[in-house]
């Protein structure tokens, strides 16, 4: 059965006296929680009860990239997950495809579980392309190295990040379910990836969110700042 995965990012926020928030976070022991912290709070955040991951890693393991982080230096900190693709990168930094499956290869090797981002801007929700680009992202930035056990989809509407707008479940049910098909082709065991939705998640709306088909968890950004919103978020996931 694929595990139920509350993951919180907190992009460019947080300083050390913030992880505080994560000392009062509800668990449950049906839930993995997870926050994907920057790189400068994840040593001191390593022996709470959560786990930690990293929210970009470089591809190769050293050398010389001046601000960049390798995967095995998340590890080495104390992280065990990675985020790799979120569309913050993908427009930031206009990592392509081809770089998001070079980065989650290389922080398989470092033994990481990689959350990848994928999600259609608002102009191709308007184009009626969505599954097309979808299609194109799952075959490009996921490495053939990925396994259930290694990897995790989170589907993330550009448009819905960090926008308080929200697809219909009707929407997050069409996207879900053909990542669940096209997994499925692909993979042997791809019936058991987990597939996470992100985008303007919060307490009043998580529990329709996770009624939908083949949401098995959320990666949320703006509501996993303060254990006051994240807590209900991971209440309402043990509760679906
Ligand atoms: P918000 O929850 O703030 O919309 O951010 C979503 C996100 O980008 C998580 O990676």
């Keep these: ?55 970009d890693c470089h591809d190769a393991t050293n050398g010389a990239h001046t601000g960049d982080i390798s995967a095995p230096m998340l590890v080495d900190a104390g992280a065990s997950y990675v985020l790799t693709g979120h569309s913050e990168r993908r427009s930031d930094h206009a990592e392509t495809d081809a770089d998001i499956a070079a980065k989650s290869r290389a922080a398989h090797d470092a033994g990481l579980t990689t959350i990848i981002c994928i999600g259609e801007t608002l102009a191709i929700r ?25 990897t995790i989809i989170a589907y993330e509407p550009v448009w819905a990040i960090g926008t308080g707008k929200v697809p219909s479940t009707e929407q997050i049910a069409e996207v879900h379910a053909h990542i669940h098909a096209r997994l499925k082709e692909r993979f042997s065991d791809g019936a058991d990836f987990g597939i996470l939705y992100g985008g303007s998640v919060k307490a009043s709306n998580a529990a329709d969110i996770f009624a939908v088909p083949h949401v098995t968890g959320a990666l949320v950004g703006g509501a996993s700042l303060t254990a006051a919103d994240f807590s209900p978020i991971i209440t309402a996931l043990a509760a679906s």
């Design 126 to 150: 308007a184009a009626g392309t969505t599954l097309d680009i979808i299609d194109g992202q799952l075959a490009g930035s996921i490495p053939d190295c990925a396994t259930a056990d290694n």
């Design 1 to 55: 059965m694929r595990r139920k995965i509350a993951a919180g990012n907190w992009k460019m926020n947080g300083l050390r006296a913030d992880l505080a928030e994560l000392e009062n976070l509800s668990t449950d022991p049906g839930v993995d929680v997870l926050i994907c912290l920057p790189a400068t709070l994840i040593a001191a955040a390593r022996d709470l009860p959560i786990a930690i991951g990293g929210q």
